[in-house]
């Protein structure tokens, strides 16, 4: 039994054959004058999406890439380091908000400086020189350790001048 609502027209109509939907219209839309698929209209205006498309897709990728790579100098740190340094420093001097704004300021310059994996050797060179025997006495006596913590220590001197 046929609705009028289920006629041909239907875009959900019936296959009978397969039992799924077929779409309302199987034939091709008609194309304006001059935009026939491979006419030069058409081909020059692809070409202009094209480049277009490119264009944005290049200057997307590079600021992407140089915000990245900005982000990356700026934030090698992770929020946990800072935290720690930031909670010393505040220990060290004071547990107020003008201190907890100097040292904040202080791990940014030294941040700046140093990069992070340089900044773990000298925390690591710091730690384990206050073990008492040989093994403390292999980070208080080579001169790689002693470079580190001059280099770290350059860097405090530099932000004490520049925070406090």
């Given at each position: ?9 239907d ?13 309302f219209?199987?034939g ?54 800072r ?7 505040m ?28 900044y ?45």
């Amino acid at each position: 039994m046929s609705s009028p609502i289920s006629s041909s027209m239907d875009p959900t109509a019936r296959n009978p054959e397969r039992g799924s939907l077929k779409p309302f219209h199987t034939g091709q839309l008609p194309v304006p004058e001059g935009l026939a698929r491979g006419s030069a209209i058409c081909k020059a205006k692809r070409s202009d999406v094209k480049r277009n498309l490119l264009g944005a897709v290049l200057v997307f990728l590079s600021f992407a890439a140089g915000t990245r790579a900005i982000a990356d100098d700026l934030n090698d740190y992770p929020t946990s380091a800072r935290a720690d340094y930031v909670f010393a420093c505040m220990k060290a001097n004071g547990e107020t908000q003008e201190i907890l704004q100097k040292c904040s300021c202080s791990i940014d310059v030294i941040a700046s400086i140093i990069p992070y994996d340089r900044y773990v050797a000298t925390e690591t060179i710091l730690s384990m020189s206050q073990v008492t025997g040989p093994v403390g006495s292999e980070f208080r006596s080579t001169e790689s350790a002693k470079l580190t913590l001059q280099d770290f220590r350059r860097a405090q001197a530099e932000a004490e001048v520049r925070c406090f």
